[in-house]
């Protein structure tokens, strides 16, 4: 008897402690957007922001920087940097901020993650605060931001994101090599396979190249999209969201980036983790990343090892991919912290601070002017590849951001491994990747 | 009609209730509490994760992890790496018990020795060991090198994927089990040795029919704690293999597919549905366990 009353006693305040947790009135987390009415809000006290990010090293210090100028000259603000890790870190811990309703005023975000943020109401339009007459933007502004970099930003015509952080996808290659090889920077497909080729050595014939000559990140799934494009396609339809990973320029694709992986003249970065981190040791003559490795090429290359970049050989089309996190500000934040964010974003991304950033790391400014700025100049002429991205820029573009795209591009990934690896043949991994990618972004779309 | 409040208080089931109290509030909150809500959320197929609205329940979750051929995946990948950790690491960790146990030379060394694993993080055991099994500059392909031997791509072929978790499992936990069993072995009489000597009962007969038989407790619990264990096995892959589930998905797991879903792919649904099958999985496997080990009821 007296086993059964604890029993009891104890189910009891189980089901006590369970509805205390359910009876939680369910009240939204997000804000009413305030659409374009709370803009006369101006800094006239104290008001702290803080800004996610997952930016480290000389990224994290030239952030910092650009910061404490910003506050030395605007008093009233106070804005906290966190740093969060590395970007899934940091989007992960947005996502549980976002269920929390404890969102940053502002954050670094792919704008691949930023739709669901959209669709969701929690992100605030920018495009009021840019037509403000004091604070915002004059049309000079607009004209000096790369189009593809604002329409990254763009939903329904609204700016919700502006571009902070920018890349190029490019190809680097050892200098050396090449010239022992007589082989020339490939500017098509057909060259590239054959300098890849020529590059590639197997001194003890064992099978496995001591020199690959090409090195691919190891997850092609988001980045398999410029040789999509350059085939005459592309991963996924903008304007409807159907996946075209079986089309005929896919399996063009495809075909080439495998024939390279079959035939050992090109492999994934395995390992090595990075693409980057064998060619700076003389393991591989070529590899494709993103500028933003730049600083880590300068400081770790071996010794004797010389390294410029191209733009990625082309084919049909000649697209570029530029990739890179955007900042956004949350609607979660009052007026004056929105509007504090706006300006501090303003001036984060001004042509004076966007030069200072990429003079400090490998991205790219976000604004044409800065290659008119006396800093950034001066880098343009000690580091001619820095040049690169603005001789590319017409020709760039940025990958998709359907809902639910990443899951679907996750899906192609896994198949491109599968192919890659040599187990599953190209048609069947584009269709069932066509399947199962269509179904992984139906499923994304259900919350 | 005066409450007998002193009445209850004097009653011993009534105040144990009262001590147990705070720690029963703490396991509903935090873990009785999630349970429920991710076993209700995996029946939601249409709803708003931030503001809670439901629009739609059903069963297509369940189905859809059931069917699905990654989960299938990681059940196969997890269920292979628990036949295997599990009962190796105990085994292993009852011999080197029983070595420590004896008269050898540095016993406390050797105990501190191989407890350093396990206090250690796993995010730094991992590192450690990606490095140590990196293909080009790796300490294990440098060792069979100088054996001859040819390179192996430890990390990149997905056939050695499990039986590396495997065998960091066995590794990072051994100086814990080890302890326990320790604590076992010196719990056992030594009476009952002399008396099988006496009798005389051989070294081997003298393991079978005393020491198992008494150190059955300590098995029970390591084997209840290390499948449950092996079961929710994450960190080790998400960190030696770069955030990415292993060559050609070769270690994805149960945890790994859930928080995939939940994290990654923001399939908030899917993943709940997922981590209630997990939840009872290891539920069915501890109930087993208690089952077949339970002491069977001996007629008077």
């Known amino acids: 008897m007296r086993k059964r009353i604890l029993t009891f006693a104890v189910a009891l305040a189980m089901m006590a402690s369970m509805f205390t947790g359910c009876s939680k009135p369910e009240a939204p987390v997000a804000e009413e957007t305030a ?44 804005v906290t940097l966190v740093n969060q890790g590395k970007y899934l870190d940091l989007f992960d811990k947005l996502m549980a901020a976002a269920k929390a309703g404890q969102l940053p005023a502002i954050s670094q975000i792919y704008s691949n993650r930023l739709s669901w943020y959209v669709s969701k109401n929690l992100v605030e339009n920018l495009s009021p605060y840019m037509a403000d007459a004091t604070t915002g933007f004059a049309q000079a502004d607009f004209d000096d931001i790369p189009k593809m970099f604002l329409d990254d930003g763009i939903w329904d015509g609204n700016q919700y994101a502006m571009p902070f952080n920018k890349s190029q996808m490019v190809l680097y290659y050892n200098e050396g090599m090449l010239a022992d090889a ?44 410029p040789w ?22 896919a ?60 733009a990625l050989p082309s084919h049909k089309t000649n697209d570029q991919l530029f990739y890179g996190t955007n900042v956004t500000v949350f609607n979660t934040s009052t007026d004056a912290q929105k509007q504090a964010a706006w300006e501090y974003i303003k001036f984060l ?68 491994n599968l192919v890659f690896s040599g187990k599953k043949d190209i048609d069947a991994a584009l269709k069932d990747a066509k399947i199962n990618g269509t179904k992984a972004m139906e499923e994304a779309k259900n919350n | 009609m005066r409450i007998p409040v002193k009445k209850y208080f004097k009653n011993d089931n009534f105040r144990a209730f ?88 540095f016993k406390k060394l050797f105990r501190s020795v191989y407890f350093v694993p396990f206090v250690t993080s796993t995010v730094s055991i991992s590192i450690v060991w990606s490095w140590i099994l990196n293909k080009d500059y790796g300490l294990a392909n440098a060792f069979l090198k100088i054996m001859g031997m ?69 098995l029970v619990f390591l084997s209840i704690t290390s499948i449950i264990g092996a079961f929710k096995i994450f960190d080790e892959v998400y960190i030696m293999y770069s955030q990415q589930p292993g060559p050609l998905k070769s270690g994805l797991t149960i945890v790994y597919y859930i928080f995939n879903k939940f994290y990654r792919h923001w399939e908030f649904a899917t993943a709940s549905a997922a981590a209630f099958i997990l939840f009872l999985v290891i539920l069915m496997f501890t109930v087993l366990q208690f089952a077949f080990t339970s002491p069977k009821e001996k007629e008077e």
């Open chain 1, 228 to 249: 999509f494009k350059q085939a005459g396609g592309t991963t996924i339809d903008r304007e409807t969201g159907e996946l075209l990973f079986d089309t005929e320029a």
């Open chain 1, 349 to 416: 991304t001004n042509t004076e601070n966007t030069a200072y950033f990429a003079a400090q790391t490998g991205y790219i400014p976000v604004r044409k002017s800065a290659q008119g700025d006396p800093v950034f100049k001066a880098v343009l002429e000690a580091k001619p590849m820095k040049k690169l991205p603005f001789e590319n820029m017409d020709n760039g573009f940025q990958g998709e951001r359907h809902i639910g795209a990443i899951n679907a591009l996750d899906a192609l990934g896994d198949q491109l």
């Open chain 2, 150 to 218: 040819n390179k192996i791509a430890w990390l990149t072929d997905s056939n050695m994927t499990i039986p590396i978790l495997i065998a960091l499992s066995i590794w990072k936990g051994l100086g814990y089990k080890i302890i326990i069993l320790l604590a076992g072995l010196q719990g056992i009489d030594q009476q009952y040795y002399f008396a099988a000597r006496m009798d005389g009962a051989r070294k081997h007969q003298r393991f079978w029919s005393i020491t198992i038989p008494l150190l059955k407790p300590s």
């Open chain 1, 251 to 310: 399996k063009e694709a495809v075909t080439f980036l495998n024939g390279m992986i079959q035939s050992k003249t090109a492999r994934l970065a395995g390992d090595d983790k990075n693409a980057n981190v064998p060619l700076q040791q003389g393991r591989a003559a070529m590899c494709v990343a993103s500028t933003s490795a730049l600083p880590n090429i300068e400081s770790d290359t071996m010794e004797g090892i010389t390294i410029n970049c191209a």
């Open chain 1, 35 to 78: 659409g374009n009415a709370a803009l006369a809000t101006k800094i006239t006290e104290p008001v702290e922001i803080s800004f996610w990010h997952a930016m480290s090293g000389a990224n994290e210090e030239a952030m910092k920087k650009i910061t404490d100028d910003f506050m030395a000259t605007n008093k009233n603000v106070t």
């Open chain 2, 18 to 105: 009262l001590y147990l109290l705070p720690a029963l509030l703490i396991i509903g909150t935090f873990q009785f509490y999630p349970i429920f809500k991710s076993f209700a959320m995996g029946f939601y197929t249409k709803f708003d994760y931030l503001t809670d609205t439901v629009y739609e329940v059903g069963f297509d979750n369940f189905i859809y992890v059931l069917k699905d051929p990654d989960f299938i995946l990681a059940m196969k990948n997890t269920c292979i790496f628990v036949f295997f950790a599990a009962p190796l690491g105990i085994l292993i960790a009852l011999i080197f018990a029983v070595i420590l146990n004896s008269n050898i030379h």
């Open chain 1, 182 to 225: 007589g082989v020339k920077v490939p500017t098509t497909w057909e060259e590239w396979a054959e300098a890849s080729k020529k590059l590639t050595v197997d001194k003890d014939k064992d099978g496995d190249p001591d020199v690959y000559g090409t090195v691919f990140a190891n997850n092609l799934s988001t980045d398999i999209i």
